[in-house]
């Protein structure tokens, strides 16, 4: 039997509890600020948290069948309100006018509370967050409002302070490996290098498990590490055009990377093969530890942390890619 409700989520049991204890006791902040980085449920557990507020079934909330619940999750309570922007990177002031601050002196429809939910908060500009911050410091009593950030550093501290702050924290990997199996139909093999490369994000190794094209791009990335210290011009110059292609995935293909060579030291302290999460490639890890030092790997992987902020900052991608490449040839030669 399929879990519903809050039994659906993996981990983050501490906030899943303050959750059903405000539902339960009445006592819900009247703003809370859900923190944690892209893929972490930061939207499932606001999505649950409103439905449960509203929820008229029980006992268990929200239970998925009463008439709120049905309406929440088509998308169509007229009392959860799920802010939305148009411009990928900003929240302006006049949508957090129009669809939060103008309405909530209008009192619920159906429902004893109105929740407003704002994803992405952290992009709010300012001049939103002003307008918002009035709202928080005098809310309606009926008014419940949901801040998710991947960054809330990003926020005024006038706004944070004003919030119950919720920090989502990573899944544990057996969590995460057992969520692939079931859910997603993974064999255990490849649920557990998955769980690893998600680093405890559960939004983060199912888009992996589903993406067709993940296999390929790690399969690529064992490809370039065994052919690393042979690596000459020719073949740098179509490892790098073959990264190009996919530019919007190297920060996965650099994760991958990360994780390689992680295994790599772990193998080289340890000589522990089952805890690998390139375990098939164990002979070719185990090559690699006996061959690289330990400042070697430390070094490699500065790099890729490097090479990553470069690539933020927008530094030409051929060139960024290409420093990395040799500097990780030059540490395995």
């Known amino acids: 039997m399929k879990e519903e409700g809050f039994k659906a989520v993996r981990g983050q049991k501490d906030i899943i509890r303050h959750m059903e204890n405000a539902v339960k006791s ?76 103008n309405s909530a002196g209008i009192r619920p429809y159906e429902s004893p509370r109105k929740v407003y939910i704002v994803p992405e908060a952290d992009k709010m500009n300012v001049q939103a967050q002003n ?18 950030a991947d960054n809330p550093d990003a926020l005024l501290e006038t706004v944070r302070s004003r919030c119950v702050r919720l920090d989502l924290r990573a899944v544990a990997d057996r969590e995460v490996r057992d969520y692939l199996i079931k859910e997603c139909g993974l064999a255990e093999g490849e649920a557990g ?36 210290q042979r690596l000459q011009a ?31 030291l772990y193998y080289k302290a340890a000589k522990d093969p089952d805890s690998l999460a390139f375990r098939p490639e164990f002979a070719e890890i185990r090559r690699e530890a006996a061959a690289v030092s330990y400042e070697g790997l430390e070094e490699i992987l500065k790099a890729i942390g490097k090479a990553g902020s470069r690539l933020k900052a927008n530094v030409n991608f051929d060139l960024t890619i290409e420093l990395l490449l040799l500097a990780i040839r030059d540490r395995m030669g």
């Open 26 to 101: 009445g006592h819900i902040p009247h703003a809370s600020l859900i923190c944690g980085e892209k893929g972490s449920g930061k939207k499932l557990l606001a999505g649950l948290y409103a439905r449960a507020m509203l929820c008229s079934g029980g006992p268990d909330v929200p239970c998925g069948r009463c008439l709120s619940c049905r309406k929440a999750l088509s998308g169509n309570h007229p009392d959860i309100i799920w802010v939305r922007h148009e411009k990928p990177a900003l929240i302006t002031v006049d949508e957090i006018r129009e669809q939060l601050v």
């Open 131 to 148: 307008a918002l911050l009035k709202t928080i410091e005098d809310p309606p009593p009926y008014a419940v409002i949901l801040l998710l």
């Open 193 to 228: 290098m998955i769980a690893s490369y998600a680093q405890g994000n559960i939004g983060r190794a199912r888009e992996a498990a589903l993406d067709p094209d993940f296999r390929k791009r790690r399969e690529e990335l064992v490809g370039l590490m065994k052919n690393m």
């Open 234 to 264: 020719a073949e740098l110059t179509a490892a790098i055009r073959s990264l190009a292609e996919n530019k919007d995935k190297i920060g996965e293909f650099l994760d991958l990377m990360t994780l390689w060579f992680r295994d790599v």
